[in-house]
């Protein structure tokens, strides 16, 4: 593991609960990410994994304890800070969601142009850029329904990067994808790793996590039940839960 113990947190999460009416979902969350650190949240379906990332960039919010990003309270947020805050938190979901009537540089540029991040010029010429980091530099001008599950994902992910986001969030990006797709997508997630991003991914995808993390936190009924580099989560740990749920997946 990156020695990173001088590098200051980018987000901390501290004794974070969050409840759907009486169903706590999240129990008493803690946990922090250091600038370039690769963490990976595994754990079983309905663990609480998709609502602790939506706490962090306030997709969810009247929840208990606190969320800081880069030191400023995420829940405190104005409107426009929030707005801010989604920018340099990237979001990329199972499901890619990318707009059908737009092209893939449509797609890319939309949000950038919108939201005055960049002119129109730059905002073409970055994501050329970013096709071509994700492998689709051909693919400029289709329409998403043209592409494979595996590429429209690899889109979601070069849009979510057009933001220039400190932080990428990903919420099983390769869950619905048929198998041959996921290796493309896991590869582009790889590199960026490589080029220093800031990454918190769930996943089920063992291999990769086991491969990627700097930390893995192991969620279990809504609290982090055990967590720590990826060698002692997958080889050392003596915890029974961590065990028991990792012979289900593995
Ligand atoms: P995971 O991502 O680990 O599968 P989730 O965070 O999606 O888990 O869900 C954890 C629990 O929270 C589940 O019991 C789920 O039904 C519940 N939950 C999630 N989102 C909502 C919501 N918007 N309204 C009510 N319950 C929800
Ligand atoms: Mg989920």
Known sequence: ??????????????????????????????????????????????????????????????????????????????????RLLRQKMGMVFQQFNLFPHKTVLENITFSPIKLKIANSQAAIAHAHELLEQVGLSEKADAYPQSLSGGQQQRVAIARALAMKPEVMLFDEPTSALDPEMVGDVLDVMESLAQKGMTMIIVTHEMSFAQNIADKVLFMDDGLIADSGTAEYIFKETNNTRTRSFLSKVM
Do not use: H, P
Request: charge should be negative.
């Open 1 to 82: 593991m990156a020695e990173l113990s001088g590098e200051k947190n980018i987000i901390e999460v501290n004794g974070l609960k969050k409840a759907f009416g009486a169903n706590v979902v999240l129990k008493d969350v803690s946990f922090e990410v250091k600038k370039s650190e690769k963490v990976v949240l595994i754990g079983a379906s309905g663990s609480g994994k998709s609502t602790l990332l939506r706490c962090l960039n306030r997709l969810e919010d009247d929840y208990e304890g606190s969320v800081l990003f880069e030191g400023e309270n995420v829940n405190g947020a104005s409107k426009e800070k929030l």
